[in-house]
């Protein structure tokens, strides 16, 4: 690891590995490694670092490397075995890291009140390792009760969007945002607007008033929209949230997963209904439990794979349910 500028070693730069689950099929019959949650490591006086570690057919590998004052590099692999085979040795070569800037600034609604909880985006950052490597390439930070928020990581000169996640309870940006960062950083802290939307919270429960999660609910439109999906899974408690999609007027929602008949509703419901409760039939259950044997202790992080048999074929397997 160097600094792009000089091509002075970067010594002691912070390394992230992380390794997960890329096929549970295989999870379930290799189980995790002692290495799935390894140490961070640091470069040496040389700027090198090394990781070490077993190929595993189920899982991949992700490494984000994160210098102070600069901005990070990653790579993920999809499958270790799909390059990384054992006994193998993949060099990354040369990395150049750029210099970065902390990016700061203000969330605001449209009155000019501030607006805690959201989590701001920038997206496209030049953040891969190699180009034909997947890489995490947007980065943000949350707006706390002054409505202020900075970035987790610095961000190199560049011209970039400026997003919302999905986790923006409720709220859109004003106007399609970009930002600029110059050489010198940024001349002053963001400002981003954004408004509320419109939309419709309620809960789906079975006959006996019980919450059912894993329903999903699809909103068909009254009039037209911009082609975006306007639906939501019930969460554990029954709940759900669909947010209003451009100018849809009323809509009629739609059912599936979770319940034995899919449903339709009859009504069209406005939007900014916030009590509305679904009576649906539950979808059975099928409860497991793993434990260990002979001392019948519980296993975490097992997968379990059922396979439906399709008309009375054993040997013709459908989708996969978990």
Not at 24 to 40: G, L, S
Request: negative net charge; hydrophobic residues 35%.
């Amino acid at each position: 690891c160097i600094d792009d500028q000089t091509g002075a070693p970067l010594v002691h730069a912070l390394v992230k590995v992380h390794f997960r689950a890329s096929n549970d099929e295989a999870m379930a019959r290799y189980p995790n490694p002692d290495w799935m949650h390894p140490d961070d490591l640091h470069t040496d006086a040389s700027g090198a670092f090394m990781l070490e570690f077993e190929e595993h057919k189920g899982m991949q590998l992700s490494i984000s490397i994160e210098p102070e004052g600069y901005a990070p590099r990653t790579a993920r692999w999809s499958s270790i075995s799909d390059k990384l085979f054992a006994g193998t040795k993949t060099d990354l070569g040369e990395i150049r890291l750029t210099p970065g800037h902390v990016i700061q600034g203000r969330v605001v609604d449209e009155g000019g009140q501030p607006v805690e909880g959201l989590y701001l985006l920038a997206s496209d950052l030049p953040l891969p390792i190699a180009t034909d490597m997947a890489a995490n390439d947007a980065r943000g930070g949350e707006s706390d009760s002054n409505g202020e928020f900075t970035f987790s990581v610095p961000v190199p000169p560049g011209t970039y969007p400026l997003r919302l996640s999905s986790r923006r309870k409720g709220y859109a940006l004003r106007d399609p945002a970009r930002f600029e960062v110059s050489e010198q950083g940024l001349p002053r802290p963001l400002e981003v607007v954004v408004y509320k939307v419109k939309e419709i919270r309620g809960k789906v429960v079975d006959a006996a008033g019980e919450p059912i999660r894993g329903a999903y609910l699809i909103g068909e439109a009254a009039v037209s929209r911009s082609g975006r999906m306007m639906s939501s899974w019930t969460r554990e408690d029954g709940s759900f949230r669909i947010e209003r999609v451009g100018n849809a007027g009323p809509i009629q929602l739609h059912t599936r997963g979770g319940v034995t008949e899919p449903w339709q509703g009859e009504d069209w419901i406005e939007w900014d209904t916030h009590d509305l409760v679904i009576t649906l039939d539950r979808r059975p259950n099928l409860d497991i439990v793993v434990v260990e044997e002979p001392t019948g202790a519980p296993v975490e992080s097992f997968a379990v794979l059922t396979q439906a048999i399709r008309s009375g074929n054993q040997q013709s397997w459908s989708s996969s349910d978990w």
